[in-house]
């Protein structure tokens, strides 16, 4: 099956680092990469959209320039959490999509903001 | 704005016997539907998609789809404890869509 890689599995820093979060697919171009986030006890929520060379497309209540995607290549994309504060503790999921395929994740990448 | 409602449970089920996971979905333009099965700390895995009405079988597992209805189903045959997870119903309006996903459902199969 296809297979997304995501970097880091875990970060713990201080309020105000910024964290880069990296996605990629190992195995097949993706057309488009999402971003989810998921807090405790709670469902995956879509925060952006990406399409490779283009700007992404955030959902609304997402602040884009806290949340900057990249995305460089049909097999990376990149979210950094910019300035980031411990209510943006949460577990960040990827997905990569393909035509004609369902959405395949990455293992997440849990943050934790002291 | 597009929901998705699942139960929450925890729905309880002995080994051996079939859990019937159900999920209704709002907005009635979407076309593709997912189960996907999250352990605790993971990230979701696919179970099933469906796209069509009627069912969908693939081992153990049997989705169903009522578009009229606005309703989606799993059916897991002889449950195993290693099926014990939360079950996330998703929705988008296909292809290159995110996914609207519902709160999952917590299933827990009993030895």
């Known amino acids: 099956g296809a297979v997304v890689s995501q970097h880091p599995s875990r970060v713990i820093c201080k309020s105000g680092t910024s964290v880069k979060i990296e996605c990629r697919s190992l195995?097949?171009?993706?057309?488009?990469m999402f971003w989810y986030r998921q807090f405790p006890k709670k469902s995956l929520m879509l925060m952006a959209t990406?399409?490779?060379?283009?700007?992404?497309?955030?959902e609304q209540g997402v602040e884009k320039d806290k949340f900057l995607i990249n995305h460089a290549s049909l097999t990376l994309s990149t979210l950094t959490v910019t300035s980031a504060h411990p209510e943006d503790s949460s577990f960040y999921i990827c997905?990569?999509?393909?035509?004609?395929?369902?959405?395949?994740f990455g293992d997440g990448t849990r943050l934790s903001i002291l | 704005q597009k929901e998705v409602e699942q139960n929450s449970g925890p729905l309880s089920v002995p080994e051996g016997a079939i859990a019937s996971l159900n999920c209704t979905y709002s907005?009635?333009?979407?076309?593709?539907f997912f189960w996907y099965r999250q352990y605790s700390g993971k990230s979701p895995e696919l179970i099933m998609s469906?796209?069509?009405?009627g069912d969908k079988e693939d081992g153990r597992f049997t989705a169903q789809l009522n578009k009229a209805s606005q309703y989606v189903s799993l059916l897991i045959r002889d449950s195993q404890p290693s099926d014990s997870a939360t079950y996330l119903c998703?929705?988008?309006?296909?292809?290159?869509?995110?996914?609207?996903f519902g709160k999952g459902t917590h299933l827990i199969i009993q030895p």
């Open positions: 997905s990569a999509y393909r035509t004609g395929q369902p959405q395949h």
């Open positions: 195995d097949f171009q993706a057309t488009t």
């Open positions: 990406s399409n490779e060379g283009s700007k992404a497309t955030y």
């Open positions: 907005d009635r333009v979407s076309q593709s």
């Open positions: 469906i796209y069509s009405n």
């Open positions: 998703a929705v988008n309006s296909g292809g290159a869509d995110g996914l609207t």
